[in-house]
């Protein structure tokens, strides 16, 4: 099955892994495109970028009980695996990060899967005129958060920045205040776009390509530092750009690098028990597996619902949620950020949560 890539779609899934190493529920391997993603990824319209998150008044309230059926095997979405050949393609879980080493994982949750709203066409910075500065200043002041312009790329002109920062200002301000005040307790969030998928600091965790990810640690001078920022590609939508600030929540008081450990909070934990997800192992084991996405995606399964919904073009997306940190992620994205054009999918386990216990 084929469908178009918007949000919350992840191409580039083939084959059958193996068995997972606690109790033998089939794993597939997922492949994320590498440095062709920004040219293969379908184009989203403006009016998705421009338009606000609508969240259903009729959520239901209180943590809704985990799904009670046993899952017969590992939930993993299969639509429409990547055209591109293999020599083309490279395993998100286990990139590893180029340039100075880390200690850590790769710092990006999602493994830069979020989609590419527009193909990249420039790799270079580009200036940004005096009224996009004021933009970039309104926001900044509303928010609370640092928007980068020096060395980056918000788009190639002045009609394509201001409707690239308004995605990102519809993005701060769909997601709940809590949130955002939570994401900035230690400091503002820092919010780039550029073309090379480079932190702050210069650090291309994923080769010199774009993505979109959230990072809470930086690499300066070769030593890891504390950082709280959001890597954009250009053209990202809103639904995209709150998802990654669902990810900075999530790692609110995390020390950098620590994603095992965000995986163990007791919010977490009430997330992934009332959507359907279960913890196969001990948390030390979790913590013991911080080293590999594989490893830790084979400490979780899922027996919820099917987590395929009709996009903005009325066709068929499922999310992609190999681990509870995504699927929090995606489901958050969606539910606070999704189009005007696009229906929340009937997922009460989920939207009741975020109701209860986001806002």
């Known amino acids: 099955m084929t469908s178009k890539q918007g949000e919350g779609t992840r191409a580039g899934r083939s084959g059958e892994g193996a068995a997972s190493k606690r109790g033998g529920l089939p794993i597939r391997r997922v492949l994320v495109v590498t440095g062709a993603i920004a040219v293969c990824a379908t184009v989203v319209t403006i009016a998705a970028a421009l338009s606000t998150g609508n969240n259903p008044s009729s959520a239901a309230p209180g943590i809704v009980a985990a799904v009670t059926a046993t899952p017969t095997e590992l939930f993993v979405p299969t639509d429409s695996p990547s055209a591109l050949p293999t020599s083309q393609q490279t395993d998100a879980a286990t990139a590893e990060p180029t340039g100075a080493p880390s200690t850590t994982l790769a710092p990006t949750i999602d493994g830069a899967w979020s989609a590419t709203p527009d193909p990249i066409t420039s790799t270079t910075a580009t200036a940004v005129p005096d009224s996009v500065a004021a933009l970039v200043e309104s926001i ?4 609370g958060v640092r928007v980068l ?11 394509l920045q201001v409707r690239n920062l308004n995605a990102v200002s519809t993005a701060l301000t769909s997601i709940p205040p809590n949130v955002r005040s939570s994401i ?18 210069g650090w291309q965790p994923y080769g010199s390509r774009a993505a979109n990810f959230y990072s809470n640690e930086d690499i300066v001078a070769g030593a890891q530092v504390t950082a709280n920022q959001v890597v954009l590609q250009p053209g ?3 639904q995209t750009i709150a998802h990654e600030m669902m990810h900075a929540y999530q790692l609110r008081g995390q020390a950098p690098g620590d994603y095992a450990g965000a995986l163990l909070t007791p919010e977490m934990k009430s997330f992934m028990q009332a959507t359907g997800w279960t913890q196969l192992v001990n948390d030390e084991e979790v913590r013991s597996d911080a080293s590999s996405w594989d490893s830790l995606n084979a400490d979780f399964s899922y027996g919820g619902l099917s987590l395929a919904y009709l996009n903005e073009w009325g066709e068929t ?3 992609f949620a190999p681990n509870p940190l995504e699927a929090f992620a995606e489901t958050g994205g969606l539910y606070y950020a999704h189009s005007a054009s696009t229906t929340l999918p009937d997922w009460p386990e989920y939207w009741g949560w975020f109701s209860a216990n986001v806002g």
């Open 140 to 143: 900044e002041d509303e928010f």
């Open 149 to 159: 312009t020096a060395g980056q790329n918000w788009g190639t002109d002045e009609t």
């Open 184 to 201: 900035a307790a230690t400091g503002p969030v820092t919010i780039l776009s550029n073309d090379t998928g480079s932190t702050e600091g």
């Open 236 to 238: 990202s939508t809103a």
């Open 317 to 319: 997306s499922t999310l």
